[in-house]
Structure formats: C-alpha cells, structure tokens
C-alpha cells in the first residue's frame, strides 16, 4: 500500500496529512483530521451527507481520492460559521424546522450555500415556482431519509428572497 | 401524593381541560436543532480517537449452509492486519433479540442462513487497509438448499430454515372475536382479495457503526441505538461482564426508523467482542452494501382478506390471514405479527373477526421493525379491500368508512375495550370536505374518460397505530440555579424526543424551555422501555412527567406556606409562581434557593405502567390506545410509462394532543415522503438463491427533492381530542402517518384507471404491465 | 499505488511511454466518480496498479472550443461545466438535456466526458445525444493520435476500443444546420437515475410559420443495447414528414403521427433483462422516449 503526502487549505488553515494514496478525502477529513461535521451516509457519493467545497464546488468528499486536494482549497461548515449568507440560512434551518436527525444538514446547507450564491448573484427569475424548480434539481445529490424537503425548500426559498438584491 | 394510575389519569385529563397551555402545544424550535445546523453535532463516527483500530464485517457468500473455513492466510502478515474475531471469540451469550434470543452475532456453529450473514470481523490499522483486506479473505463452504420465497416456504416440502424446527413458520397467532360464519351468513356482499406487500430499506443516512473503548475491567460503548439499556444488557451477557461495567453513550443518531433497537445492540456487541478480545479501541463500520445484505430489512408480506357487508355498507364480518416474512431469523419474536393481527380491522368497528397470522422462515435478510412495525403491510390489505367492497356495494369509499368508523366502548381483537377518544369519522368528514373529494371524483372520472395517455385518480385510507406500553422511568432533578436536569432512556432519532419531552417539564414548572436538558438515550437513567412502538414523546415519558409532577408538589408545598396561599389557587408561568387569590408571587430561582435552604430533596424518579395492561408475552390489552389518521391523495398517472405522481395530499391525524405541531408536521411530512417511496419505486431485488441485488444507493431509491417537487402537503388537519393515556393527553404520531400512503396511492390508481393494484412496490413498470393486461 | 498529477499533454505522452510495457500496472483517473467506487467495493482489482494518473487537470484536454468546424470538447471537461455552457445549449440541445439530468450537481462538479464515455456504459447518459451529432473521439498514445468515430469506440458493454496505452484526449461533435434535438430519459425514480431507457433525437427542419418539414432524423438509444446505439431504421422513417404546429402541440395527434417511426425504434434495439427493468419494459418505452424526444425537439423550434 502506497502512501502519499498532501497538503492543503482546510478552512482557511494549512494542513498536511500523510495517507494511503487510495483514501478518500472523507476518510482523511474523519479519521485523521477529526472535521465533525462532514458526514459519511451511504460513502457512494449518492447522498450528499458527505458534500464540501472543492476550490468553491460543491463535491461528494467520499469519491476524492486524497491526492486529489493537493495546493487545493477546501471548505466545510467550520469555515463558514462567520459567513453572512451562511448565518442567515442556518437561522432559517432552525426557523423552518429544516432538520430532524440532522445529518444530512450540514450537506444541505454546503450545496443549498453555493446555490443561494448563484442565484443572488446573477438571477432576475421572479417565478417562485421556477425558482424553486431549479433549487430542487441543484440539491437531488442532498438525501433527506426523514422526509425534510419541503422545510429545506422553505428555509432556502426565504433566504433567497431575503438577501437579492432589489 | 396519591401515586395511583387513576389519580395520573385524573391529572391528565385536568390539565387537558384547564386553559392555557405554556409550552405544550406550542411548535417550539427544536432544542437540538442549532448543534445540527452548526454541524457540531456529533455522531457515533465523530468520537473517534486516534488509536481506534478498524473493523468491517465478514459476510458469508452462500445463502445456506457450512462455512468450513476462514481463510486469511494472505492476510496474516499484512503490516495493517490486526486480528479476525468470530463467534468463538464470544465469551458469553452468542445469540440477541428483545424479546427472545432469535439473531446470532456472529453465525453460530459455523451454520449459515442467509446471504452476507456476518461472520466475524476482520480489524486493521485503518478503515481503507480493512476495506482491502476484507476482500482477500477466502471462505470455504458447503452450500445447501434453502428456500427463499415467501410462499414456497410454507409448502410442505420446502427445505426447512431451522431444522430444529416443525415447519418453517417461526411463529403464529390466531384472533377471534365473534363469529365470522354468522357474520359472512348476514352479509349481503362479500369481497375477497389477495396482496403482496414487497420488503423495503429502511435506509437511514447513517450507516451502522459502534466504537468500543475496553478498559481494564470495563467497557465504554458508543452506538447509535434505539434502547440503551439493551444495549447495555446484551454486551454484559455477551462478555459477561457486570452491567455497571458496561457504558453506553448513545449520541445523535442519523435516522433509524425502527431498526436501530435491534441493530444497536447486535453491531455494538460485534464490536465488543473485538475490542475485548484485542484490548484495543475498535470502531466497526457497516459499507452501504453491508448495510442492505446484512441488516434487518422490513417484513414482506402475503395478505388474504375476507369481508362481508349488508347493502347499507356495514361490515358484518372480516377474515385476515396473512404471511409475513422474517427471513434467516425471527428477530422480533412473535410480536410483528401480533402488532398487525391485532390492528387487522383497522379502525373500524367490525362485530366479527378472525385473523390468522404466520411468521415465516426464509433463508433470505432477517425482518425487523419498519416504521409502522407490521400494520402499513396488514392495513394495505384491508384498505385497498374495502374500496373494493365499496364498489361492490355501489357506496363512495370515503362514506363507507365514515359508516363503520371505530368507537370509544368498540371491542378490539385482542379482547380489550377500546376506551379513549377516537376520531376517525370526523376526520374522514373533514378531509372529505377540504379536498372536495365529491366534485372531484365526479370530476376526474368524467375527466379521465377523454385522456389517452394520462389519468387523475383521488383515493382515501385510513390506518391506526397502537402506542406501545412499557415501563416508563424518568428520573428528574432541578440545581441550584432552577436548571432542570432529566434522565431518560428514551432516544432521540430525529423524531424530536429531546423537545418534546423537555416541552412537558417546562409546561409542569412554568419555566423558560431553555432552563430544561433533557439527557435523551441515557443508559444509565433508569431503564424506560424502548424508544418504539411511537411511545417516545408520550407514555415513554410519563416516568419523567411523574417524577417532575412530584417535584411540582413538593414545591407546591413550599410555595404555599410563603406565599400563604393553597395548593389550588397557585400558578407557575414564565418563571414565577403566582397565588392567584392574592397577587403574592415568588420567583422560580428563588422558590428552588428555598427548597435547598430547607434541606428539601429536589430530586425525583417515578415509575409508571398502566395497570391491567397485557403484554406480548402474556396476551390481553396490548395497547392502551391507538393514534389514528385518514389521508385523501391526488394522483397523476402517465399511462404510457405506468409513473405516479402524487399531487396533492390532505392529512389528518387523531393523536390526542399534539404536544409541538411543528415537530408533528415533521413526521408527517416525513411519514409521507418514506410511504410514497416505499410504495413508487423503492425495490429490493432478491435473485434466485435470496441474494439481494440492489446493493447501494444507486439501485435502492429512496425519494430525491425532484420525486415530491409537484407533491403539494396541505397541512395536517390534527384532531386533538383529550386522551387520557400520555403526558397532557399525547398519543405517538412518528409511525402512524406512513400507514395509509401506499393504500390511499393504490385507491387512487384504482379509481383513475379501474385497475386494482393489490401490490407494492408499485412501480412503474408492474403497473405499465398491469394497465396493458387488458388493454388501457 | 502512486498518485501521479498530470500537467499537460506532454507528460502524458511521456508517462504513458514510460510505462507502455506495464499498461496493465496504471489506471487513469479523470473525475473519479466511477473509479473511486469501484476502489472501494472490489479493492483487489486493483492490486496489481502502481500509478493513479490523474489528467483532470490538462488544460489543453479541457473546455469546449470550435476547431475546423467541429466543436471540441476536452476529455477532463466536467459534466457540469458542459451543462452550463451556453453554446452547447443553443446548438446542441440534446446534450444539454443529459447533462441537465445527469446525477447530482456534487458528481457533475467531478465527473468529465471523458471518463463516462470510456466508462462506456451502455447506460451512458451522454452517449445517445453525442451519437446523433455524428461524435468523434481523439485518443492519445505515447505515439500515436487517431480518431475514430463513437459508434467505433463503443464494443460492447463497458468495454471500449482503447488501446492499452491509449487515453481519451478530446471528442468532436458536428453542428447540423437547421436542426433541433432533444434528449429523454426513464429510471426507477425522477431525480439521479441510471437510466432504464434514454433516447435523443435530432431533426432537420424547415419551417414556416405553422408547420414544419422535417426532412430526416437522427436517433440514438441507450441501456437498449449491449452499446449505445443509432437507430437507423427509425430514422429510415423520418424523410419529409410535413407536421402542423397543432399536431406537435397535441400530444394525442402527435402519437398518432408518429407511430410508426416511434415504433421502428423496436428493429434496432436488443434490451435485455436485468434488475432494473425486463427487455419487455425497455422495448415499450424506447418506443414511447423516441416519440417525447422527438416532439420535445420539434417544441423547441417555437422557445428559440
């Protein structure tokens, strides 16, 4: 078995862990860096409980190969804990009643984050229903067993709407 | 204070009718929901330390027979092998079950029953070196036949699961009450209809794990488990150490749905049996795949009904017998089939009735407890019957419930009155009435008639879940600062335990909600009984609401001499305890400083079982009440491909008081998306030899945001009529939800295309097949 | 195994040359998102492997240009990338479609052309919509450059032509002028299906005001065939086929229209069971995927 070294940015910070060169970036995240809210659920990339930020993208860590993050950036809910458009959506989680067992939050808020971006940025789409079409297609690699999808909608859908810009 | 049942039933029912609640009956936010939300939650894989070694299961290969060998001699000298641990490394008992030792932990004399059964475990110095040298162990084996369908295992000459045994029924139950025979002879109509409900993944997010801390003559276990104590109980018997020695730490769980009672003892044993035999930490990790072979799936199931009516549409007489598969082993002993033989009528008042109920053997996945526990697979046949009789009869389905709706003094099949509040005809009224369920299936038919390739459908069903009875222990402290500590057994899987129980001690004491933590899955609170049966917010605390209430006396007594006012006249709200006859009020902190200066214990335990109650064990009143709920689904059917949509649903629940209608909604909300999954396009695929062949989440689909994105849930119509069985009056509510979507999908499939589907899954395919057998 | 990333299109050819007498000894990784699972599920395959060779990140082998009229798309480009890029949408909307339905948003930030077409799936989602655009695709050796049309490269079921030594460098797709095309796709579930059925369709048109000549077709399946494939005599069927708008918009009319060519789709399939779906199932809806194919492309004329 071979090992590898890497190096990367995990929130912020510089890290460097030696693995084996098969692991995942999700073994490494839990076994050695102990990153707690990363979630490791069905480790097939299916549903989502694992997702970070890859250099900015929403990424299923248990199907990155650790080599992979080599002088890359990567970004999980402990490094966004002072985020605006993080806060505000976390507030509304809680609001809505968005989770029930929780471990699929911290996945939803990571990709629901990158998707309230895109459409604060550039969207003039006014149609509700359209909008919230297009969250639903962006988050199907979210899996929620408990059945909370219409919270998350909700609490996302708020969020969109409280923080456009006019 | 007069600590008997009927003084508790008393106080319950007061407090129902007494005006303003505080905090019950409010839709609080959840108290865990910000460490969930901040991802600071941690669960079983998050307590790793850094010396933990890593052990993944060993599964068998064949499906039946004898392993003659592990062999891992290429292995051995591997730098990250550590050890292989089997069933001859159990010190103690080897086998589990709640109620009767049914599972083996490891296989058990080298004897296998069903495919991917564990073996033992192999254990590395990481999780990727276990996942590597896993699949270069070899097994040796002997295969044998087995049988591996339902119905082929209960002919005559089928292989037999457990020679031991008679036959391959593991267990049977017969119930009767009055006399079919009269009843069929009164009837005017009579319907009979076979089904067959498919098994499903319970597919919780979190996969199973344990890690096992050994110490030098303890242990320290950290599982995600649905019943502490048994947890606790069966790693004692199992390396037959003292329970004192054995810790469980249960922390956040990632989804359950019934199974983690059985699968957080038997994966947390495994475990411990590693970590005991190695003297180092191990955290054992089910892969998704081992998750779907190895652990406990949901029953499927042969069910037969039998109903007769007289024209007017009351039922005169109902006949169940139905086949449930527990595959390899019997996990639940005889008790998933009681719950469902029981609950045969649904909630209906039916003068005759004869059930006859099978458990049966297969070497196939064992079968274990699946929201609903039994009833969804019963209740599919019997909904999905009477719209049959209603159209039999010439009656709307909706009106022939109504007809026959249970009643408070019915008699129910296991011999007990029904003797609480019960709503299922107002519901059924009322739901009928906000959907418009008349214009539409007038509407839709005439509608239907001019689409080719598309159908509307509108169908109804009602289920009924009884709350299962246990001890209840909770044990209640308030510190010097008027924090309240509560120790409960009782587990948090997401259903909002953990608030709702803190919710009850807060109402009790008129404090903040804040003020309260409650210690949800404590193995070392005094043993509740087991977070099941839907009995977590409700009768599973009415030790801690016990205890609290004998708190609230003694500060009552307390409060009364200061403030020179008697008991009755005083009111805590908001921190502060008011005399109402003269405005003299004293604040909580300082109410709980005066306890202390007084030497008074403010300390408390209660116990609390409703007398006369049965057991599964001795028969009787099982269930001391049932929650009830009645659902109106809207469906879209494309006939050209044989996909359904569900568009519109209308749920309605009876289950008594809804103690946080926020947390209430969630399992409904959730009951509902996990019904339309299971019963649209959730399939496990068995091939010929019982092996399961949807092994990940690529074959097993659960419901995405894209399945209900067009699923409009109206909001739940809660029925809250004043029960006296559960703390402020609160029946359970996280199972019974899910038990009338797959009949009321099936009805309206029915409805739209004139076609019965009397099985699930429902997908599209078998109903594409179906509408082309003649031709739609 | 070592981890090994690429630079660019210079060091895989002499990477590759280093190691041509021991291809069986490397594996190439692009996104990952099929290799890591089947690291993870079948670790023994992959004993014998000494070098990861990971190309996601060649520029020259990445993005979407045109060149000589064909328009290039870099094996390490990322289905997500593909999905929004807006000239793929106006002019080839059937691939836009796939790559609309294709997984999850996670996966598509990861997973390239490249490595799903030498997946080569039957199953492949991208493949039909490359197939009906006439799809190149330029493989590399240490010595060599060939390109090969994609019906070629497909041989069978997850087996495609590459040579031992060879990676996939680029695929080329043609633009058809006056056409319009579309992409459908059927599975157990709505959301991230391995598709039971999916079939795309492209159309030559000329069009007036209320109906449309459709002078020929091209139509490509897929998980209805040991590969993907084209379904020539389907598109034997579509020659100068006169259509009124009100025919497309009327999804009876349009079935009836069409019939015949949505059912000469059965001449050119050969499905098979598995536990997905029977080959019965599958022969009825590639005949009902054509036809919604088929009609969501000509809708489209109307959007543009």
Redesign the interface.
Known sequence: MGTITVTFKLNGDDVTVIADTRDTLLNVLKEKLNIVSVKRGCDEGQCGACTVLLEGKPVVSCLIPIGKVNNKTIMTLEGLQNNPIMKFLQEEFVKEFAAQCGICTPGFLITSYVVIKEYMLKNNINNIDLIKKEVAKMLVGNICRCGTYKECEKAIINTIIKLRPK | MVNSVEADFERILHTWSSGKLLVVGK?V??L????????????V??F?QSNALFARIIKSPISHGIIKRIDYSDIRNDS?FVDVVTDADIPGDKFFGIFAPEFPIFAYNNIVKFHAEPLGLVVAK????A??LR??IKIEYEEQKGVYDLLDAIKPDAPKVHPERASNIAYEVHLKKGDTEVGFKTSDIVVEQSFRIGTSY??????EAALVVPYHDKVSVIVGAQTPHVVRRFISWALRLPESKVEVIVP????S?GPKTDIGPIVATQAAVAAYKIKRPVFL?Y???DSIQVMPKRVDAYVKYRIGATYDGKLQALEATFYYNTGAYAIRSSTLILRPAIHATGPYSVPNARVDAYFVFTNTVPRSAFRGYGNPEIQFGLEVTLDILAEKIGLDPLELRIKNALKTGDVLLDGSVYDDTIGVDKMLKEIRAISNWDIKRKEYKEYNLTQ??SAKGIGVACGWHGVAHELSQGYVTIRKDGSVDVYTGITE????TKTGIAQVVAEIFGININLVNVHISSADAPETGGTYGSRGSNLGAMGVYLAAMKLKEKLDDIASSLLYCTKSDLEYKNNIIYCLKNNKFIDWSTLVIEAYNRNIDLSATASFAIPGMGSYAKGGKIYPTYSSVCMVVETDIDL??G?VKVTRIWPAIDAGRIINP??A??QI??????GIGVT??E?I?FDDKGRI??T????Y?????????DTA?ESPLFIELPSKYGPYGAKGLGEAPMIPVAPAIANAIHFATGRLVNFTPI???KL??LLRQQGI | MKYIKLHNINEIKSILKELSDNYKKYIVIAGGTDLMNDLKKFPSRFDGIEHMLDISEVDEIRGINIEDGFVKIGAATTIEEIRKHHGLKRLFPAIHDAAEHFATLQIRNMATIGGNIGTASPASSLAPPLLIYDAEIELLGPDSLRRLKLEQFFVGPKKNSLKPYEIILNIYIKQIPNSTSAYEEIGKRIGNIIPIVSSAAALTIKRSDENIIINEARIALGSVAPTPIRAFSAEKEITNINIYKSEILNYDMFREKFSNVCHSVKRDILPIDDHRSSKWYRNEMAVTLTCRALRKALLRIWEQ
């Open positions: 839709s936010s959840r865990d929901a910000w460490d969930k939300v901040l991802g600071t939650a941690k669960y894989e998050d790793i990250s990481s999780l990727i070196a996942d590597m699949d270069k319970p597919a919780y997010i979190e996969p956040y769980i990632g989804g749905f990790l892969s998704r795949d080719r390739y899987v997401g259903q909002g050209e491909t996909q926020a947390l909604t969630q909300h959730g009951s509902i998306i996990m649209l396009h399939e695929v062949k949807t990940s989440f690529m074959d689909l659960v419901p995405t945001t894209m399945e209900i994105i849930i997908t599209s395919e594409y097949n």
